[in-house]
């Protein structure tokens, strides 16, 4: 219980609008991404969903009236006080009129007044509401006043018409949100070369060796980089993660095109972090066509070690940091160690893959941090909040 209390709150407010059903998948972007999540409905809010639902989603009592935990007299300012940031989806225009004039007749409006969190809204709404001066005047205050607005999409909407007022996409809120908690200046003016995924080496024209990387941990490291103000280059290698926007993304295939992109990259960057699984071997004649069964050999392919992407890094760094990742099937720690006295690079990030809650393709990982000095263990962290410790403790490597 101590550890799950360390965990970043986000305190999410949902108010009387037909799209208080998507501020379910909301909640579950955002615990994904690592976040203990807490829910305060309007008393409208609970005509579309009920309090039940978010109850059993967060394992959190759900408040709805300024008196519902007895135990709390002024449950409004602990529910403030214990938020990092508090996301208002869907976010109707009477909240949006309350927060901009400083209204506080309930517990959502009397929480948002009393919180010092950073605050994002959501707006969901009618179309003609949405454009109405009013609305639009309320919204211009709230940004003067530093909130964030995701602003709504064009769809169409539950009255029926088709245009602007849409609740914008979860994913696209809940990426905000942590664009928000995690933004700084720490990596600003930094380079950073980060690698993902599998490679593809071809054993013919349709075939090839593979892994199953999923590329999910460096476009994580990318997205937290980014999120720091680092100006990032992923080499991203065949898989189907989801890729930060605004990153600079280099598409390759095999081991020997990740190999020429990274280097290149690494030209005038401050850092390198290689997350990918490269093929420690590939064919060594692949076919130009597709070999065809027996007609072409297949049973013996004859294999040729691929370069070590990690250690010619590492050859060039002078006293610019790379990091590596070692994906173990036990002994991680130990392996970990041994590969960062053959590679020279600064640390080693080691997971064992066979474990369920960190292998390929999971959403979370159990990870080591090995460098010269010691290792460091994390617990159980979903890829994002590991991305973001591993940049942190980075850092601190580069004497910031």
Sequence with gaps: MAEDTARRCALVCVTGCIAAYKACELVRLLQKGGLRVKVLMSEHATHF??????RALTHEPVAVGLFDDPSDPIHHISLAQEADIVLV?????????KMANG????????TLLATTAPILVAPAM???????????????????????????????LACGDVAEGRLADPADIAERAFAVLDSSDLLTGKRIVITAGPTHEPIDSVRYIANRS???????????AQRMGADVALVLGPCQASVPAGVKVIKVETAAEMLEATVAAFEGASMAICAAAVADYTPKAPANRKLKKGLDKLDTIELTQTADILASLSERKGDRIVIGFAAETGDAVDYGQSKLAR?????????????ADSGFGSDTDKAWLITRTGVEELPVLSKDELAREILLRTLRLMGK
Excluded at 49 to 54: A, E, G, K, M, N
Excluded at 89 to 97: E, K, L, R, S, V
Excluded at 128 to 155: C, H, Y
Excluded at 343 to 355: F, L, Q
């Design 126 to 156: 009618n179309v003609n509401m949405w454009r109405a001066a009013a609305t639009q005047e309320n919204i211009a205050t709230l940004i003067r006043r530093g909130i964030e607005i995701v602003s709504p999409g064009v769809g169409y």
């Design 49 to 54: 969903v009920d309090p039940l639902t978010f």
């Design 343 to 355: 590679k020279g690079c600064d640390a080693i990030v080691a997971n064992d893959v066979s474990r």
């Design 214 to 224: 999923s590329g999910k941990m460096g476009c994580a490291l990318a997205r937290a």
């Design 103 to 110: 209204i506080a007749d309930d517990l959502i409006s009397t």
């Design 89 to 97: 989806a869907p976010g109707t225009a009477n909240i949006i009129a």
